[in-house]
């Protein structure tokens, strides 16, 4: 052993290395200039012999320390390009020192980081593959701050935890490395070393890619290098931003499609404005469907590469079709790799055990009041939003995050007012919220919330949560009940029909008749009393009503739907967004005008859609009677031409044919509490909508009023 050697090096913080507890490595090992030239260390478990070669030449390296660390001087007054060459075995391997190389996080991202505002945390925490100082190599970032060690590990050092100790950033506790030759498609996993000597397997919480599940470990991959190609759609996103536009949203789940191509012609095709897909970020257990997520910013690899997703986005984006994402920021699995104690402390997890786990599905809550794991969650909404252009999120299980006893009938521990808001939720969500609409103009937030939390919908400057939208599952539950009902006896429930109405205007909704509320449409059809072609009558009048009635829409008729009821959505769709009556004023009284609200025995109902323009009036009639009606009077805002747009049972949506193919002029005709009405043909569980063109009133006929029933 060289004298000169050994009196150059730091003893104290080589055995910490041997023993696996130094949580500034690059300080110990990097190499650095000395009187009598360069010393370079290195730490090789299990080598028979370890070398420098710089150039051409090789410089053999002493064994320092039994456990294999090697050390050696080599001439020169500068650091110069150099690799080890270890022998282990009959294998020799090259590679650059990773403690040669700087991280890329500064006092300024750690500082934000720490209070809770590193937004763009994606973008160095993780694994992201560069080229640094002319050497390709991935830089690996993670917080964890109470570990002892952390290591990565990977094939590219023998899942070795004790040869890549990570260099720790005091002040937060993230541990960062750059790792020269670890490359895109690299499996790896972070060992942590807690207290106590116990050795935990972790995957990576900020990784973008994953091995394919049931298993967890990470994967290098590049989420940066698509050419995207839809700037006039991300330009003119931001309109969203006045929800006065139509919003017609498809729900699915990838999975459920052949392949992207499939659900995209079958989108352009139905007219929808949106899609909604249920969790693309991965998830380990099938039947979950991506419910809860595993990691938050992965793709799954169940949906494809990465790049393979951006173009899906990129070309729904040039079809004029916007990509909502459901997202679980409420809860996360407990698995071996995951955030449970992921520094073998509480970290990511509500402090209190008592109130960690959720007893409904027995998954963690986040820990809201952590400003590095509201960091987290922030950061993965901004980089959905950001890195895949995603142009809205749906927020699951929001009710689960704002009451603490949401699920528990006892053993919750309420707020520090004796009440079972969670504060901590709320200054999140607002958080989020606020900062996400900032940095992408006309993204959508929708809340899956079916408690009562009063004007959700409403801005965080009026100290609301600032969600866009909020699932109306109030109006989904009454109007699936009503029509469950057989049709003779819907008059004794005719309010659940109704009911919707006197609170339209409490918050912005989104309708839903998605998967979760009615299931395939054979699981659809089975809720509703009648044949086959009543059923299905049904289901189409059920379509129609959501498109009429204030909110914007959500559906998830499968694509081999049948061919009518495919037209007749198509039709709707299209009706929706060309009349402005139907979107424009959806959160304003104004925009919605009863006719005839207690038509109990008929199971009518009849109202307008108005903007400020009289010719953009529509009224719809619907009849949800298993009988139709001919001569049907009904009383019309003013007098003019009234013209069918619609009718939910066009024979060529597969219905009887029940329609009004001529324009009718309205009679001054005294019906409902107006001075003109008109006479339609009904037909039986069918919905109607007419086009309301004004005109000169005809000479008064006076007859015996007829009262609103």
Known sequence: MSKTVYDYMNWAGIEAIVYGEETAPRDVMGPRLTPDGVLIQGFFPGAKSAAVAVGNKKYQME????????????????????????????????????????????????AAFLCGVYYEGYKKLGAHPMVMNGVSGTHFAVWAPNAIRVSVVGDFNDWDGRVL??????????????????????????????????????ADPYGNRTVAPPEWNSVVADVSDFEWNDSRWMKDRKKYDDRRQPVSIYETSLGKWNNK????SFLKEEGYTHVELHPVMEFLADEADGYPTSSYFALSTRYGEPKEFAAFVDQLHQEGIGVILDWSPAQFPRYEGGLEKFDGT??????????????MWGTMLYNYDSPMVKDFLI??????????????????????????????????????????????????????????KKRNPGALLIAQEDGLWPELTDCVENDHIGFDYKWSGGWTRDFLFYLSVDPVLRKNYHDQLTLSTLYAYSEHYVLTLGSRDVGTLGE????????????????????????????CKMMAPQGDMPEGLAKCIQILNGLYKSSPALYKLDDDYDGFEWIQLMKYEENVITFLRKTEKPEETLLVICNFAAIPYENYQVGVPFAGKYKEVFNSDAAEFGGEGVVNA?????????????????????????VSIYSCTPGKAPAKRVIASKAVK
């Not at 506790?173 to 050795?199: H, M, N, S, T, W």
């Not at 191509?261 to 995209?264: A, D, F, K, S, T």
């Not at 939003?385 to 699920?407: N, P, Q, T």
Request: glycine letters at 8%; charged letters at 30%.
């Open 346 to 359: 509480v970290l990511y997890e509500v402090k209190d055990p008592s109130m960690a786990v959720h007893p």
């Open 63 to 110: 064994l320092e320390d039994e456990a294999g660390y090697y050390g050696v001087l080599i001439p020169g007054r500068r650091i110069p390009e150099y690799e080890f060459q270890i022998q282990t075995g009959d294998k020799e391997r090259s590679f650059k020192d990773a403690y040669g190389f700087g991280g890329i996080l500064t006092e300024e991202d750690e």
């Open 662 to 686: 001529r324009v009718k002029t309205a009679k001054a005709e005294e019906w409902d509490e107006r001075e003109h009405s008109i006479k339609v043909k009904l037909p039986a569980l069918g």
């Open 165 to 202: 100790p990570m260099h720790k950033m005091p002040k937060s506790g993230i541990f960062q490395l750059f790792v020269p030759g670890v490359k895109v498609g690299d499996a790896y996993r972070y060992e942590i070393k807690a207290k106590g000597d116990v050795l935990l397997q972790k």
């Open 261 to 264: 191509q499939e659900l995209v």
């Open 524 to 551: 659809f059809m089975d809720k509703l009393p009648g044949d086959e072609k009543q059923k299905l009558a049904q289901v189409r009048a059920a379509y129609s009503y959501m498109m009429v009635h204030p909110g």
């Open 379 to 436: 950061s993965g909404a901004c980089f959905w939003l950001e890195v895949f252009h995603a142009d809205g999120l749906r927020m699951d299980d929001v009710d689960a995050m704002l009451y603490l006893d949401y699920g528990r009938k006892d053993g919750w521990t309420p707020n520090m007012y004796g009440s079972n808001e969670n504060l901590h939720a709320i200054e999140f969500l607002k958080h989020l919220n606020s900062i996400v």
